[in-house]
């Protein structure tokens, strides 16, 4: 093809969250791509939230890692395979099996997961195979294979769309299941739906909801289990169906009623006022069709199995599960944790849902014809982690995730990486923190858009990822990687794959091996796909098994799949509450933010996506914020047992008193000193090995603060390491925004040097305020700019990014770049709310002070929230907020 000639436009699937949006993708010819939503794909229907929208932004090569390396030094595929075949053969021989290991993650697609898993657990002998997914799912993998005997979500997306109630636990959905969650929305305007949000902060989610439960952290099992007590003295309890298809009820009512023995009790648990208690228990029983959705604030907790139990068990008394508009219902967090789980990618699975059981190990094996079958469960990932810290795993392959930035007590991970003698790196970007330096070798793996192979979403919905470009320089997709090593260890004919749809349909025919029903993941029917028919494979729900229908819902039948066919009502431990201390008396809870994703390797090239938070921060209740001496917009030092972090003060009452937030995104590849991964203690439950990222002691105390400012560059531009700082993806380069406890004057004259900008024009803008500007310009355009004041003076970077962009920057343009305004002066400091039509909050401000009184007339007055609809809810916020009834009051006044 011509590379003038535009390739067709390739349906795929959204790489980031569980929902599983289909998108369009329409080569340019010059490896960019136009994005948009597919409405033939059932998960989305053609709406994409703005990461996905903005997908098309992070297409650059210029972060990707192009070439094999072996101790850094670049060279040749087949040395590098070698050196891993070589390095994992070593460690096996010397020290066994068990002291070999891969780490996997929910990035990988289904086909890439297959084989390696295959790899370790069939012909390496080792269970070592765990995944991050383990860090955002598995305590719903573990509740639902208590309460059903296997690993199922009951329901499907349609549920939100039927439901009389949707009730969100620990989820913020309106930000990271954008999509889904405009679903309920549209369910609420449409006929009344009501939407309850249970979680400690009031997010974006609880901002659009009916009723918020501000709940204490960790208190959900007792506020379910307070339900499930309530319900079995209520009409909704479903006798027959408890009766006919459960066990264990009347032990787990028990122990709910020792957890919540009454409403006031239960209240005084939770933190929450009595009638609104009353209110949820009130509206969940009283409504037939109950969906209840929930995501990491009910896994990643010390006691998150039990969490997602009490869920279940509540659905399970009052039989809402399996029927339209019912069901409880995990939302997964990454493109592909569901395929991970349906291969088998977690430590303590062996393949295709099956267990350790002797008959499923023999089962998996002679369809392997297995040399080296693993016969028990290997390490989970903070085990395995804490097995390399102790020296006892010699040999670790890590693909496409970064544990020492993810994994909680990261620092102490990253350091544990040193221990092995042999690390292997299959990755993505060149900017990956903390891992590749410790790698003996680096592979470079293709990235989405020029992978292939399909993805699970959380309504267990299998969705191709097409490629619609090549990969960059020498990358190769993960499978391909993994293969080529299994053939250097002599395991080749069992790796001899042509392409994905081979491996693919070696994983359904497993799943439906000597299955007939005894298993729920079956995908039978698509073990006979020829190469066309997978290439072209529509999305397609499962199960589908050889013989017999697939069903969108599962248990409204009663059949579930342990040995009996019974459910199981589980009894649900008293949760013990947060372990703080006198020095640590705070609860850092951590989570996403609307924009960005994992460590940012992707969204943090997007200029569009940079905008909305552009820093690392921490949200604290005004009251904590007054009794310590914190002030909004002034920086704090947050500390815990195991590490600190620098970050930007945001007061909000939208936070509980004694409670923390802060975003996992920024690294020290994005940023300085604003890893969150290293404050995170250990603590994991106990039944799934999910870390708890939700609650650990921490303390707070201003950090002095003289200068900020900001370099815009054209290129990367490193700064020293113990300055705060954040780097923002911006059209034509980067800008980079930093603060010191330093004088502007101090910091301006020892970043110039440090630039190397010490010859450049420098112009001291205002000698009283200790503003200081200075600039350096290259082929007609702005080359460097940087900036350095009391304060960040936004309009003045918003004036360097414009500056950046501009193909010719001419004289006068110049001189107003010494002042810190663009020429037209156009520059607002006010913050970004609408990604996709960049309208910020002053322009929403104005339209409601203009008489726009609802998230819809905002829109139509300026735009915001009418395409992706991510940030609705912030445009509800403001609509909500006093500023802008105040304006709306002074408007009418006028
Ligand atoms: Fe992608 Fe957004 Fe859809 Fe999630 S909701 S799959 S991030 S477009």
Redesign the pocket.
């Known amino acids: 093809m011509n590379a003038r000639t535009p390739a067709p436009s390739v349906a795929t ?9 289909g ?1 369009v993708a329409t080569p340019d010819g010059q490896g960019g791509a136009a994005i948009a ?1 597919d409405r033939d794909h059932p ?2 229907a053609g ?7 903005a997908l098309g932004e992070t297409l650059g090569t210029e972060a990707r890692l192009l070439h094999p390396t072996i101790h850094g030094v670049r060279t040749t595929w087949p040395r590098a395979l070698d050196a891993v075949a070589a390095g994992f053969a070593t460690a096996r021989d010397a020290h066994g099996p068990q002291s070999i290991a891969m780490y996997l993650s929910g990035q990988l697609l289904t086909e890439d997961y297959y084989v390696a898993n295959k790899l370790m657990k069939g012909f390496l002998g080792s269970a070592n195979v765990d995944t991050n997914s383990r860090l955002c799912m598995a305590s719903s993998v573990a509740g639902h294979r208590r309460a059903f005997g296997a690993d199922v979500v009951p329901g499907c997306y349609d549920d939100f769309d039927e439901a009389d109630v949707v009730v969100f636990v620990g989820s913020n959905a309106a930000w990271c ?4 969650f405009q679903r309920a929305e549209q369910a609420k305007a449409r006929r009344g739906a009501r939407i309850v949000v249970i979680d400690p902060r009031r997010t974006a989610t609880a901002e659009l909801s009916d009723l918020h439960l501000p709940i204490a952290p960790g208190a959900d099992a007792i506020l379910f289990s307070r339900l499930l007590v309530e319900i079995a003295d209520s009409d909704a309890f479903d006798r027959s169906y408890a009766a006919a298809h459960t066990s264990g009820l009347e032990q787990a009512l028990e122990q709910a009623r020792a957890v919540a023995p009454n409403r006031a009790a239960t209240a005084a648990r939770c933190g929450l006022a009595e009638r609104d208690l009353v209110a949820f228990l009130e509206m969940w029983i009283g409504a037939p069709r109950v969906v209840t959705a929930f995501s990491q604030g009910v896994n990643q907790s010390a006691r998150g199995t039990d969490k997602v139990n009490a869920i279940l068990n509540v659905h399970l008394a009052t039989g809402r599960i399996g029927k339209p508009g019912c069901g409880p219902f995990s939302l997964t967090g990454q ?1 592909n944790a569901m395929g991970g789980r349906e291969v088998g990618g977690l430590a303590n699975q062996v393949a295709a849902h099956m267990d350790f059981h002797p008959a499923d190990v023999d089962r998996v094996r002679r369809f392997w014809n297995a040399p080296a079958m693993a016969t028990a469960p290997g390490l989970k990932a903070v085990e395995l982690f804490e097995a390399i810290e102790r020296g006892a795993i010699k040999a670790l392959w890590i693909m496409s995730t970064n544990p020492a930035v993810s994994l909680p007590r990261a620092d102490a991970m990253r350091a544990a990486l040193g221990k092995l003698d042999f690390l292997v790196v299959s990755e993505v970007s060149a900017h990956v923190d903390g891992l590749l330096d410790a790698a003996t070798v680096v592979l470079p793996a293709a990235a989405w858009g020029e992978k292939d192979g399909t993805v699970t ?1 959380s309504e267990r919905v299998i969705s191709r990822q097409r490629p619609f470009r090549e990969p960059p320089g020498e990358a190769w997709p993960d499978w391909r990687q993994v293969c080529e090593v299994a053939g250097r260890l002599g395991h080749g004919s069992a790796f001899a794959y042509r392409g994905p749809a081979e491996i693919f349909r070696e994983h359904a025919a497993l799943s439906g091996l000597e299955n007939g029903g005894a298993r729920a993941f079956d995908i039978g029917a698509l073990a006979t796909l020829a190469d066309a028919e997978y290439d072209a494979l529509a999305p397609t729900q499962w199960p589908r098994p050889r013989e017999g229908a697939g069903r969108k819902r599962f248990f409204a039948d009663g059949a579930f799949f342990h040995s009996d066919g019974r459910a199981r009502f589980v009894s649900v431990a008293d949760p013990p509450p947060p372990p703080l201390t006198e020095a640590f008396s705070l609860v850092l809870n951590t989570g996403r933010v609307r924009d960005h ?1 994992h460590t940012m390797t992707r969204t943090g090239l997007s200029p569009r996506l940079a905008r909305h938070r552009e820093a690392p921060f921490i949200e604290v209740h005004p009251d904590d914020a007054a009794r310590v001496g914190l002030s909004d917009g002034g920086f704090a030092r947050v500390a815990t047992e195991h590490g600190a972090a620098e970050l930007r003060v945001v007061t909000t009452a939208n936070q509980r008193r004694g409670s923390l937030f802060a975003p996992i995104h920024w690294t020290d590849a994005t940023a300085g000193r604003a890893r969150v991964g290293a404050l995170t203690h250990g603590l994991v439950d106990p039944v799934s090995g999910q870390p708890d990222s939700k609650a650990t002691a921490a303390s707070i105390s201003p950090s002095p603060i003289a200068a900020e400012g900001f370099v815009v560059a054209r290129g990367r531009v490193a700064l020293p390491d113990w300055l705060a700082h954040a780097r923002i993806a911006v059209a034509g380069g980067e800008a980079i925004t930093f603060a010191s406890a330093g004088s502007p004057a101090a910091l301006q004259a020892l970043l110039s040097n440090w630039l190397g900008r010490t010859a450049s024009p420098s112009r001291r803008v205002d000698e009283g305020a200790q503003r200081f500007q200075s600039a350096t310009f290259a082929d007609g355009r702005l080359e460097t700019l940087l900036h350095v004041a009391p304060k960040l003076d936004r309009a003045a970077l918003d004036a360097a990014i414009a500056l950046l962009a501009r193909p010719v920057v001419g004289r006068q343009e110049r001189r107003f770049a010494l002042v810190g305004r663009t020429l037209e002066e156009r520059a607002s400091a006010s913050p970004l709310v609408c990604a996709c039509f960049a309208v910020r909050r002053d322009a929403i401000e104005t339209a409601i002070a203009a008489g726009a009184e609802s998230v819809d007339a905002v829109g139509q007055a300026t735009r915001a929230g009418t395409n ?1 609809g ?1 940030c609705r809810a912030e445009i509800r916020q403001i609509v909500n907020s006093r500023d802008a009834v105040a304006a709306i009051v002074a408007a009418q006044g006028d």
């Open positions: 699937t959204c790489a980031y969250c569980g929902v599983g949006c998108i939503g998960a989305n709406r994409l939230c703005v990461k996905g929208a299941h954008p999509v889904l493109p979403n994703w992706c991510s």
